[in-house]
């Protein structure tokens, strides 16, 4: 069955736009990637390459949680499990020389996927509230082992994660100045963002979205529900591991932090402001909130104050989120304008 | 080893008061306050100040007095308007509630551990199976039990307590019956967070003040209330008790796993039974 058979709207919107969306997003994604090419370029200030790099990893991590929330309809509160674990892995694998770098990546990636999806096979099927605190249990889990077990990484004082001269060939002090590391990260969300649009439109995507409106309908038209679930609670968790493995190879530093739930809870409110129902919605939240801390400035011991009240305020004012505002507002211009919905 | 135990139901009293608020508040709006941690913080600062103002039971009527304000306020303000959003958006709100609240009281009363004494009254020790005893904790222990028995009778036998237990059990049927669910929210959660600020107090003698002390036991009576069962009273003061055991235990002879233990017997039980001992929603 092809994505446009169970699509329902594929009909009302016509097939010239059934046919032109392809061009429409390898468009986007090469406007995209170019505009990541171009930014060293553009942006003078090391401290503003540095920052908008920080802010991308934080756009990689939320875009996870985003995932788990329009694919599955699930609010979790300890994404940060993942993302600390596979910059956990990637450290420990590496600086005790149990495997090679290279490897060591790979680990990192796949480990937390892995981990995520048998626990999605489990943890998937139960709704609501009990999942929320399930996830949080799960990621404390995890948090209080890095915590506790000063063997394995220095415990709560964090370690240090020193880059071999070279990865996969080229010179890691690539991974660390900012102008590249900038364009590394934007790319990878870039193509991120593309194979998530792409998975959503596949006969995949539209399987779990019926199954995230209606479990039970689902059930009964004959699709096995737990797998799809877990597949992406996989693929949500590949996502965070590798924001993750990012992050620890731009500081060169791990600490039990990057597994709390309080990063969890920042995650998923990146998520929400930004409005996880539009594919970028949650990338967009990420960085908004991450240059209102930077606006913020002085008053940074009261940032927890201001995303508090943000999101307060956009749960309450914006139930979509700024994404769904500006769909919203889009929709309405292309209409106006006589073009087809995108 | 029975002063092992008799610490563990110091502690597993303190989660009781906590999660049977967070047990009220789910039962009429249907979302877990992550907010509770900080309002368990917001009373043991109140008491602190009114406590070294004037005297440790003034401290602590004006604690309860003022978090039952700010509960009714909470839920008039907040959870009514946002009663008819989906619920998990309503706990994020009370995510940023948190938040801010940990800044409010890192603005008034800064980031720097203080610390609270018992009052006189309760300050010395007594022999109990051959050590001695703090007064403080078994102080602590009436209070929870005193608070459990009083509410549990309430529930049972008052008019009040019977549309609360309804509920609790199922809010859209109770509301069509004709309870005021709106009314009976203004006075549970007045209630619950109420409850948060004298078990904040409570508290405050036994633990360092710091405007994220909330947090942890927030976790802690998170799972107490899962592991209970959501909506469920008798489900919380059992897990309450139990939680308090496996803490106090585990610290001493598991020191290790003493933090994970909690998780994985949450973990486990939500495998076994998604709706946790005692309850019947999830």
Same mark, same amino acid.
């Given at each position: 069955?092809?994505?446009a058979?169970?699509?329902p709207?594929?009909?009302?919107r016509?097939?010239?736009?059934?046919?032109?969306?392809p061009?429409?997003?390898a468009?986007?994604?090469a406007?995209?990637?170019a505009?990541g090419f171009?930014a060293?370029h553009?942006?003078?200030?090391v401290?503003w390459? =540095?920052?908008l790099?920080?802010a991308i990893v934080d756009?990689?991590?939320?875009t996870?949680?985003?995932?788990l929330?329009?694919?599955?309809?699930?609010?979790?509160?300890?994404?940060?499990a993942?993302f600390?674990?596979?910059?956990?892995?990637f450290?420990?694998?590496?600086?005790?020389e149990i495997?090679s770098? +290279?490897l060591?990546?790979?680990?990192?990636?796949?480990?937390?996927?892995?981990i995520a999806? *048998?626990l999605?096979l489990?943890?998937a099927?139960?709704p609501g509230?009990?999942h929320a605190?399930?996830t949080?249990?799960?990621?404390?889990?995890?948090?209080?082992?890095?915590?506790?077990?000063?063997?394995?990484a220095?415990?709560d004082?964090?370690m240090s994660?020193?880059?071999?001269?070279t990865?996969f060939?080229?010179? =890691?002090?690539l991974?660390?100045?900012?102008?590249?590391?900038?364009v590394?990260?934007?790319? *990878?969300l870039?193509?991120?963002?593309?194979g998530?649009?792409l998975m959503?439109r596949s006969?995949f995507g539209q399987?779990?979205e019926?199954?995230?409106e209606?479990e039970?309908?689902?059930?009964f038209i004959?699709?096995?529900?737990?797998l799809?679930?877990?597949?992406?609670y996989?693929?949500?968790?590949?996502?965070?591991?590798l924001a993750?493995?990012?992050q620890?190879?731009y500081?060169g530093?791990?600490?039990?932090e990057?597994l709390?739930w309080s990063? =969890?809870?920042?995650?998923?409110i990146m998520a929400?402001v930004?409005?996880?129902k539009? *594919?970028w919605?949650?990338?967009?939240?990420?960085f908004?909130?991450?240059?209102?801390?930077?606006?913020?400035?002085?008053?940074? +011991?009261?940032w927890?104050?201001?995303?508090?009240g943000?999101?307060i305020?956009?749960?309450?004012l914006?139930?979509?989120?700024?994404a769904?505002?500006?769909?919203g507002?889009?929709?309405?211009?292309?209409?106006? *304008?006589?073009?087809?919905?995108? | 080893?029975? &002063?092992?135990? %008799?610490n563990?139901?110091?502690?597993?009293?303190?989660l009781?008061?906590l999660?049977v608020?967070l047990?009220?508040?789910f039962?009429?709006? $249907?979302?877990?306050?992550?907010?509770?941690g900080?309002l368990?913080? #917001?009373?043991?600062?109140i008491g602190?100040? &009114? !406590?070294?103002?004037?005297?440790?039971?003034?401290?602590?009527?004006g604690?309860?007095?003022a978090?039952?304000l700010?509960g009714?306020?909470?839920d008039?303000?907040? #959870?009514?308007?946002?009663?008819k959003h989906?619920?998990m958006?309503t706990v994020?709100v009370?995510?940023g509630i #948190? %938040?801010?609240l940990?800044?409010?009281?890192t603005?008034?009363?800064?980031? !720097?551990?203080?610390?609270m004494?018992?009052?006189?009254?309760?300050?010395?020790?007594? $022999? %109990?199976?051959g050590?001695p005893f703090?007064?403080y904790?078994l102080?602590?222990?009436?209070?929870?039990?005193?608070? !459990?028995?009083?509410?549990?009778?309430w529930l049972?036998y008052?008019?009040?307590g #019977?549309?609360?237990r309804?509920?609790?059990?199922d809010?859209?049927?109770?509301a &069509?019956?004709g309870?005021d669910?709106?009314r009976?929210?203004l006075?549970?959660?007045?209630?619950?967070?109420? @409850?948060?600020?004298?078990?904040?107090?409570v !508290?405050?003698?036994?633990?360092?003040?710091?405007?994220?002390m909330?947090?942890? &036991?927030?976790? $802690?009576?998170f799972?107490?209330?899962?592991?209970?069962g959501?909506?469920?009273?008798?489900g919380?003061?059992?897990?309450?008790?139990?939680i308090?055991?496996?803490?106090?235990l585990g610290?001493?002879?598991l020191?290790?796993?003493s933090?994970? %233990?909690?998780? @994985?017997?949450m973990?486990?039980?939500?495998?076994?039974r998604?709706?946790g001992?005692?309850?019947k929603?999830?």
């Amino acid at each position: 069955m092809s994505a446009a058979e169970l699509d329902p709207l594929a009909g009302a919107r016509g097939t010239s736009m059934r046919n032109r969306w392809p061009f429409h997003l390898a468009l986007a994604a090469a406007v995209a990637l170019a505009v990541g090419f171009a930014a060293p370029h553009l942006i003078a200030s090391v401290l503003w390459l =540095s920052l908008l790099t920080q802010a991308i990893v934080d756009m990689i991590l939320a875009t996870s949680v985003g995932l788990l929330v329009r694919q599955n309809g699930r609010i979790s509160f300890g994404q940060a499990a993942f993302f600390g674990l596979g910059g956990y892995l990637f450290a420990v694998l590496m600086v005790r020389e149990i495997a090679s770098p +290279e490897l060591a990546l790979a680990a990192a990636l796949i480990g937390p996927t892995a981990i995520a999806f *048998l626990l999605g096979l489990v943890i998937a099927r139960i709704p609501g509230v009990a999942h929320a605190m399930l996830t949080l249990a799960v990621g404390q889990a995890f948090y209080e082992v890095a915590f506790k077990w000063r063997e394995l990484a220095n415990g709560d004082d964090g370690m240090s994660v020193p880059l071999p001269r070279t990865l996969f060939g080229v010179d =890691s002090g690539l991974f660390q100045s900012p102008s590249s590391m900038l364009v590394i990260c934007w790319s *990878l969300l870039v193509v991120l963002l593309l194979g998530l649009a792409l998975m959503a439109r596949s006969p995949f995507g539209q399987l779990t979205e019926a199954i995230r409106e209606n479990e039970e309908r689902a059930r009964f038209i004959g699709y096995g529900t737990t797998l799809p679930r877990a597949v992406i609670y996989g693929i949500s968790a590949f996502i965070a591991a590798l924001a993750g493995v990012l992050q620890t190879l731009y500081d060169g530093y791990i600490s039990p932090e990057m597994l709390h739930w309080s990063l =969890s809870g920042m995650a998923l409110i990146m998520a929400i402001v930004g409005g996880p129902k539009v *594919l970028w919605g949650p990338a967009l939240g990420a960085f908004l909130l991450f240059f209102l801390e930077d606006l913020a400035g002085d008053a940074t +011991e009261y940032w927890p104050a201001l995303v508090g009240g943000t999101v307060i305020l956009v749960t309450i004012l914006l139930p979509q989120g700024f994404a769904g505002l500006i769909a919203g507002l889009g929709r309405r211009a292309g209409d106006r *304008l006589g073009w087809g919905r995108p | 080893m029975m &002063i092992q135990l %008799l610490n563990g139901v110091v502690y597993g009293g303190l989660l009781y008061l906590l999660a049977v608020g967070l047990v009220l508040i789910f039962g009429l709006r $249907e979302i877990v306050n992550f907010a509770h941690g900080a309002l368990f913080m #917001l009373g043991s600062y109140i008491g602190f100040s &009114i !406590a070294a103002a004037f005297d440790f039971w003034l401290g602590l009527a004006g604690a309860c007095l003022a978090m039952t304000l700010v509960g009714i306020a909470l839920d008039a303000g907040v #959870l009514r308007p946002l009663r008819k959003h989906d619920h998990m958006v309503t706990v994020l709100v009370t995510f940023g509630i #948190l %938040l801010v609240l940990e800044s409010v009281a890192t603005a008034i009363w800064g980031k !720097a551990y203080r610390s609270m004494q018992p009052p006189e009254l309760l300050s010395g020790t007594v $022999e %109990l199976f051959g050590q001695p005893f703090p007064v403080y904790r078994l102080f602590v222990i009436g209070v929870s039990l005193c608070v !459990a028995g009083g509410l549990t009778a309430w529930l049972r036998y008052s008019r009040t307590g #019977l549309y609360i237990r309804a509920s609790s059990t199922d809010p859209r049927t109770t509301a &069509i019956l004709g309870v005021d669910t709106d009314r009976l929210s203004l006075l549970v959660v007045g209630l619950g967070t109420g @409850l948060a600020g004298l078990s904040g107090v409570v !508290a405050a003698p036994l633990m360092a003040l710091s405007p994220t002390m909330g947090s942890f &036991i927030l976790i $802690e009576s998170f799972i107490v209330v899962v592991v209970g069962g959501l909506g469920s009273f008798s489900g919380a003061f059992a897990a309450a008790l139990l939680i308090g055991q496996i803490h106090n235990l585990g610290a001493v002879y598991l020191p290790w796993a003493s933090t994970m %233990l909690p998780f @994985l017997l949450m973990i486990g039980v939500l495998i076994w039974r998604p709706t946790g001992f005692a309850g019947k929603r999830t």
